[in-house]
């Protein structure tokens, strides 16, 4: 019987052992020959660094060569779709958030226009509602790149990227504190418009950072770009041509950056995003370095993005008017974070018994959603994500999918690593910039 230190393995009532994916670990070992071939078949992960915490990679090595790669996911499992199923609409936006825990905003909004599609709001959602969506979403871009950036220069051996990434990603994360009550799942993009409106002074504290994140952004390729152990470790390192992109339905910055200019906010625009000026970056490389690059470009295009939504942002409801719809309570950032207002309570304990029962009845069951399917797509920082959500008329989803580009993206790893180096399989995988709570929800 044939046995790994590397392995998650179990033995059977017949003696033979099997793989977590349910593989014969016999069979996988049975075509090496340790004394001919010199091959070995090893896992790589799951841990953190360099797996992105919860990927499990098993690789055969013939010395430092890559011959064949596998992925295996779902150790990160929250069953978050399934729980969808049993709470009423508004509430999913608190599930789907966790998701994808560096894009929120995005699980959010694609949920929510999935919602609104569903009940027949889309053209209801007012103006200003739409345009904190597009702020929304542009400063989480550039966050989730940042911590791209941050680890990928990590695993890399770019120690001082990480400090950077971060330093500036915690700028944003204060900014969306200042707007949402909370750093990161923030349930903030509900069906019919956001919980509560942008403050003045977060206002102040984007215009700031807009002043600032173009020189960091210097500060970065001054770091890397003539850095020649970092063009080593990029150039011509995991490349993946538009051919492939397209034939395993690869989105996002690695398909850019093998040359196509897909991006769903030009190609398919939603939010109001055909009104914005903004250029989709690609390179023609389609490798480690290019996907760099086309990620350095689309944080400058969504400080554009970002800027023209300030510039929009007029007095108005952000929310839809039908009160059958709209989320009943008058969000305010308190001391614990965002709850109902002092104000708000005081109405409907003490004045309004009709607001009383409706924000009761709203609370405890929801509204109802017209029987249907649709499917939503949005372009999130990882790429395409899609939703598919499926009502049987009541006030529960009776289904909800996502297509989490995580989860797509993971299928270029063994075409990226297979032929090449054991430490290019790390340069590789953290090029695909995978989220594995999007990728195991």
């Keep these: 019987m044939t046995t790994s230190n590397y392995a998650s393995e179990r033995e059977t009532d017949e003696g033979r052992v099997f793989t977590v994916t349910g593989g014969d670990w016999d069979t996988i070992v049975s075509g090496t020959d340790p004394i001919n071939d010199e091959r070995i078949v090893v896992n790589m992960g799951p841990q953190h660094p360099s797996t992105h915490g919860v990927l499990r990679l098993i690789l055969e090595l013939e010395g430092e060569t890559v011959r064949e790669a596998r992925s295996v996911v779902g150790y990160l499992h929250t069953g978050i779709e399934k729980n969808l199923e049993y709470r009423n609409w508004v509430q999913g936006s608190t599930f789907v958030t966790r998701m994808d825990y560096l894009a929120p905003i995005f699980n959010e909004t694609a949920y929510a226009l999935a919602v609104e599609k569903l009940l027949g709001i889309t053209d209801d959602i007012t103006e200003r509602a739409t345009t904190i969506r597009v702020l929304m979403m542009e400063l989480n871009r550039i966050s989730s790149h940042l911590v791209w950036l941050a680890t990928t220069g990590m695993e890399l051996g770019a120690i001082s990227i990480m400090l950077y990434g971060f330093r500036e990603r915690e700028y ?149 008017a039908d009160r059958k719809i709209a989320w009943p309570a008058q969000l305010a950032i308190g001391v614990d974070g965002m709850g109902n207002s002092l104000e708000h309570v005081a109405k409907i304990m003490g004045q309004s018994m009709e607001s009383l029962i409706h924000h009761f009845k709203l609370v405890t069951e929801g509204f109802r959603v017209p029987p249907g399917q649709v499917y939503v797509a949005i372009e999130a920082p990882r790429g395409e994500l899609g939703v598919h959500a499926v009502s049987d008329g009541g006030t529960r989803p009776y289904r909800v999918h996502y297509r989490e580009p995580s989860f797509v993206n993971l299928q270029a790893l063994p075409a990226m690593a297979e032929g090449g180096l054991i430490a290019d399989v790390i340069a590789g995988g953290a090029s695909l910039d995978p989220v594995m709570g999007g990728c195991d929800r």
């Design 172 to 320: 944003i994360l204060d900014i969306f504190e200042t707007i949402t009550g909370l750093r990161m799942n923030h349930a903030y993009v509900r069906p019919g418009g956001v919980a509560q409106d942008v403050p003045d002074d977060a206002v102040v504290k984007i215009r700031e950072f807009l002043k600032m994140m173009p020189k960091k952004l210097k500060e970065y390729e001054d770091l890397l770009s003539g850095q020649p152990i970092w063009t080593e470790r990029t150039k011509n390192v995991a490349v993946l041509d538009v051919t492939g992109c397209v034939a395993l339905g690869i989105t996002g910055p690695v398909l850019r950056s093998a040359g196509l200019a897909w991006d769903l906010r030009k190609t398919m625009p939603y939010c109001g995003y055909e009104t914005y000026e903004f250029d989709v970056p690609t390179h023609p490389d389609g490798d480690v370095w290019g996907r760099y690059q086309v990620r350095l470009a689309e944080i400058r295009e969504s400080l554009k993005l970002v800027e023209q939504a300030l510039d929009r942002l007029r007095p108005g409801p952000v929310m839809v």
